[in-house]
């Protein structure tokens, strides 16, 4: 694995000086990614599937496609996780979605469904808002209480499908209530009954999920492996430890601490807002090791705004592949 490891990033510094070199990103020369053989792609994989500190971001505006910044070919090679703050494409642009794929199936990125899960915020044309709807006009008592969970539960099944129907990797949870009503043992409840179908979730063995997969999906949908994380700007319940794969903490002000299993926590700066600038806060969350363990990783919110040249960012995703080198040095 080592020497995999080694192969992979000395290919991937090779990749970034070859894509980039221009500063034009209308440039014919970024308008063509450069691709490697099949050893390349296994070694990226391999990696990816390996036990080390991940590399996490949010990734818009991809429905323009007008420059490498904007397309999933462009992203860093070595980017594990992908949250699609764009929202799912659009079926009728395949342009889009035979970048995606390529980049989920032979780069092993997994692309995450990602959404604020405010169920208030729903418009009332979907049946869970429907449900939630009569529900709370209900009188206070157990069958109030019961309808308000089911339509909860509906909510959670319209971002399984969300996952599943669009064969992606998993569900990305922004947790910011605002005092929405999904919010502290609700938020727990909605989790956990998504937890049934993918993440870490100790309580339901792999049988036990293939079978509710396989009643909602269909037997040819087989992928008990789906991911379930949690994004917030302050820790989450310690209920969603042991279910959740990830907790991208909303790190924007700096900083790593966390009162989560460091293991699980990826410590995320705000690209969006602070691209122009030295972006510290990410190397400093990129080069934090915990005194015991690992932890889960560091990454940026509007990763694809490290594609902008600058005088602090002289290449496309200069500083984004430093600051994975910094975290998983290669092995020379």
């Keep these: 694995m080592m020497k995999t490891i080694k192969t992979l990033f000395l290919s991937a510094v090779a990749c970034g000086l070859i894509s980039s070199c221009d500063t034009d990103i209308e440039s014919t020369s970024i308008q063509n ?19 080390h500190s991940i590399a996490f971001g949010w990734f818009s505006q991809y429905g323009q496609q007008n420059s490498m910044a904007v397309r999933f070919m462009g992203l860093p090679d070595s980017l594990d996780i992908c949250s699609l703050w764009g929202g799912i494409p659009a079926k009728e642009r395949t342009d889009i979605w035979e970048e995606l794929r390529f980049v989920q199936k032979v780069k092993g990125t997994k692309m995450l469904v990602v959404a604020i899960t405010r169920i208030d915020a729903e418009t009332d044309d979907h049946a869970f808002k429907q449900a939630y709807n009569e529900a709370k006009q209900m009188p206070a008592g157990e069958e109030r209480e019961q309808a308000l969970l089911r339509a909860i539960e509906m909510y959670a099944e319209y ?96 900083g790593t601490s966390s009162g989560w299993p460091i293991e699980k926590v990826v410590f995320c700066c705000n690209m969006g807002d602070g691209w122009q600038g030295t972006m510290s806060d990410m190397y400093e969350q990129a080069r934090y090791q915990p005194a015991n363990g690992r932890k889960g990783g560091f990454g940026a919110f509007f990763i694809h705004r490290d594609y902008n040249v600058h005088e602090n960012n002289p290449y496309p995703y200069k500083r984004f592949r430093e600051c994975i080198q910094i975290q998983n040095p290669a092995v020379y």
């Design 33 to 51: 990614p450069y691709t490697y053989g099949d050893q390349y792609y296994q070694n990226l994989r391999d990696y990816k599937a390996s036990d």
């Design 159 to 254: 971002f399984l499908d969300q996952v599943f129907l669009n064969d992606l990797d998993g569900f990305d949870a922004d947790y910011e209530p605002e005092g929405d009503f999904l919010s502290g043992n609700y938020f727990v409840h909605f989790m956990k009954y998504l937890s049934k179908y993918m993440g870490p979730n100790p309580d339901i063995t792999k049988e036990e999920r293939l079978k509710l997969i396989q009643e909602r999906y269909g037997t040819g949908v087989t992928d008990t492996n789906k991911m379930l994380c949690v994004d917030a700007p302050g820790d989450p319940s310690s209920e969603l430890y042991d279910i959740c794969d990830y907790y991208f903490k909303q790190a924007y002000g700096g």
